[in-house]
């Protein structure tokens, strides 16, 4: 502001001397023409006035224009010079600046994805098997080898105690030497009921995290084709303390179930297939899956189950474990848990969100609330809205949820008691729709 004022003032001085001196110049010129006209006549004075005045304003305008070169214009010229060209900057309105803004932060996304999916390949393609713990010795990330390892003992799952599935006393021997020198430790497990025996080391990192590296025994290759790299960094910083209830939608850790059954009476009726995948937050974790079989109850205790299928007890305590810690989310949700329930003496006190209800909030009570209505309502691919099977259904059901996580958040339904609050209020309308 200060330089633009300066700048003001000294074009107005400019031209008020010029103004001065031309005024000054003419009271000359008449006094000199007066003179004239009394000793050689009118013609003499005039020729000596325009002589004169042409002379006067000539060198006027060339001093002021001189004056204007050397304090104005070429300071100005070499200002330009040194900070080098410049397009004039457009003037953009608000919904343009928008747009930009818009652009900019996709391409920022799109360089952090590629950065994110090539570490995850790099990592992918080195020959251990590698899981990351967190200081509760949670597992907060996994790789395709570490992923058949674990499977071994039980399905893979984040968020799970890495004790599930190796030796309890030896990781707890191998964590307390590695927090009392904080340097990488050594030392052998067994994955599952196997007896293989694993070499590994178990390296710390911050805040009582730690990298368990566990180095490919003989005879063991590494697939063909690695799969991906499933993680939750947001379980680095889980506290044990925190209430589930408290917890926000987009942090908690859901399992999305749906079972196959010869009816809808849990005590006359068979459960004969049970498909789960979890989630956590908004993301699926497709490598997080269950898809059981079961054996149909019968009179005869002779008759033996086909290859591939289990009893409803062993098959509900896997789905227990599976869902350890977890969310249970499911269409028609008191009805899948009542045959559950009746089939196993396992207790379940999984927080429970039911699909139909959740529906039913989002759409209206009018809305069609079958599975195949959600999927087509919130744009789940045609293929995926014919899949038939307890598994398929299940991950029918994660897309739909997944869908719907956004619409939670618009209103404002960000915690798992304020949904559960809002969907208790309208059970009574939504009771016919069960």
Same mark, same amino acid.
């Given at each position: 502001?200060?330089?633009?004022? $300066?700048?003001r ?22 006094w000199?023409?007066g $003179? ?10 005039f020729?000596?006035?325009?002589q @004169?005045?042409?002379?006067t ?11 204007f ?6 300071p &100005? ?7 080098? #060209?410049?397009?004039?900057? #457009?003037v ?6 928008a747009?930009?803004?818009t652009r ?6 799109? @360089? ?9 390949r790099l990592?992918?393609?080195? #020959? *251990? ?14 790789? =395709? ?11 893979? +799952?984040?968020?799970a105690?890495?004790s ?23 030392f052998t497990t067994e994955?599952g009921g196997?007896?293989?025996?694993? =070499?590994?080391?178990m390296?710390p990192?911050?805040?009582? =995290? ?6 490919k ?7 063909e084709?690695?799969?991906p790299?499933?993680?939750?960094? !947001?379980?680095?910083?889980?506290q ?10 987009s942090a908690?850790?859901y ?5 196959? $059954? ?6 006359r ?8 995948? +979890? ?7 497709r490598?997080e ?7 149909p109850?019968?009179?005869?205790? $002779?008759?033996?189950p086909?290859d591939?299928?289990?009893? #409803? ?5 896997q ?9 249970i989310?499911?269409h028609? !949700?008191? &009805?899948?848990? !009542?045959?559950?329930?009746?089939q196993a ?8 969100i ?10 209206g009570d009018r809305?069609?609330h079958?599975l +195949? ?5 919130t744009?789940?691919?045609t293929?995926?809205g014919l899949?038939?099977g307890?598994l398929?259904?299940?991950k029918?059901?994660a897309?739909v949820m ?5 619409m939670?958040a ?8 304020r &949904?559960?609050?809002?969907?208790n209020?309208?059970a009574?309308s939504?009771e *016919?729709?069960?």
């Amino acid at each position: 502001m200060t330089r633009r004022s $300066t700048l003001r003032v000294r074009v107005f001085q400019g031209f008020a001397v010029l103004a001065l001196a031309l005024v000054a110049a003419l009271r000359g010129v008449l006094w000199m023409v007066g $003179t004239r006209i009394a000793d050689q006549g009118v013609e003499a004075g005039f020729t000596l006035a325009a002589q @004169l005045g042409t002379a006067t304003i000539l060198l006027l305008c060339f001093a002021v224009w001189l004056y204007f070169d050397e304090r104005i214009a070429k300071p &100005l010229e070499r200002q330009s010079d040194t900070a080098g #060209p410049h397009d004039p900057a #457009p003037v953009f309105g608000p919904e343009e600046m928008a747009q930009q803004d818009t652009r900019r932060m996709a391409r920022a996304m799109a @360089l952090l994805d590629s950065d994110k999916s090539q570490l995850a390949r790099l990592i992918a393609e080195m #020959p *251990s098997a590698k899981l990351v713990v967190n200081a509760g010795d949670q597992i907060v990330l996994y790789d =395709n080898l570490a992923a058949d390892l674990l499977a071994k003992s039980g399905a893979p +799952r984040l968020g799970a105690k890495l004790s599930d599935y190796f030796n309890a006393r030896t990781l707890a021997g191998a964590r307390a030497k590695m927090q009392r020198t904080g340097l990488e430790v050594q030392f052998t497990t067994e994955a599952g009921g196997e007896g293989d025996p694993l =070499n590994a080391r178990m390296r710390p990192l911050e805040d009582g =995290n730690a990298l368990v590296i566990l180095d490919k025994t003989e005879g063991r290759t590494p697939p063909e084709h690695p799969g991906p790299l499933v993680y939750d960094f !947001a379980l680095l910083s889980s506290q044990n303390g925190h209430l589930v209830e408290e917890t926000p939608l987009s942090a908690l850790t859901y399992v999305i179930l749906s079972t196959e $059954t010869t009816g809808l009476l849990p005590h006359r009726d068979d459960l004969l297939q049970i498909g789960a995948v +979890r989630m956590v937050g908004a993301n699926i974790l497709r490598r997080e899956t269950l898809d059981l079989r079961i054996a149909p109850a019968s009179g005869d205790d $002779t008759e033996r189950p086909e290859d591939g299928q289990m009893g #409803p007890r062993d098959a509900c305590a896997q789905l227990h474990d599976f869902a350890s810690g977890a969310v249970i989310v499911a269409h028609n !949700a008191p &009805l899948r848990m !009542a045959f559950l329930r009746h089939q196993a003496n396992v207790s379940w006190e999984n927080p429970q969100i039911d699909l139909v209800l959740l529906s039913a909030l989002l759409f209206g009570d009018r809305a069609d609330h079958s599975l +195949r209505g959600m999927a087509a309502r919130t744009g789940v691919g045609t293929s995926q809205g014919l899949a038939r099977g307890g598994l398929a259904q299940a991950k029918l059901a994660a897309e739909v949820m997944q869908r719907m996580m956004p619409m939670l958040a618009a209103r404002e339904l960000d915690s798992l008691s304020r &949904l559960k609050d809002t969907l208790n209020r309208h059970a009574d309308s939504l009771e *016919s729709l069960h």
